[in-house]
């Protein structure tokens, strides 16, 4: 089974490159929106946006595992934050919501992933020698 070598850079991680293009195209998504809007929803669901992606890339250079799981923690919550004001703005007919929800539900499954793998403990490779005959 073949792994691939750690990221040395956040930028290589699969997680933040999906969290990134979600931001890119909900700045797309939300220049359509109302002139009223630009302090209120616009503001707050690019910003919520942009903290999934900036969170990993802060977490990234975090040294301790649970350390580095908080701002994945952070970036999970600002999905859901997300997640809410996709619903209203679908809700307030600014458009259509579904393709950016189904990137920030892929988002929200590749972070899980990699929390999880990050609170795991590390794999030691064993090595088993082998055993003596038993004494007569």
Known sequence: MSTLPPAKTFQELLVWQKAHQFV?????????????????????????????????????????????????????????????????SRDLSYGDTSHLSAQLEEVSKLLQAYTEALLSPPRIAHFSTPSSPPDS
């Open 24 to 88: 890119l195209n909900v700045y797309r998504y939300t220049e359509s929106f109302p002139k009223s809007e630009l302090y209120g929803l616009t503001s707050q669901l690019r910003r919520a946006a942009v903290s999934i992606a900036a969170n990993i890339a802060e977490g990234f250079k975090k040294r301790g595992r649970a350390d580095k799981a908080r701002f994945m923690n952070i970036s999970q919550g600002s999905i859901e934050e997300c997640r809410y004001y996709l619903i209203l």
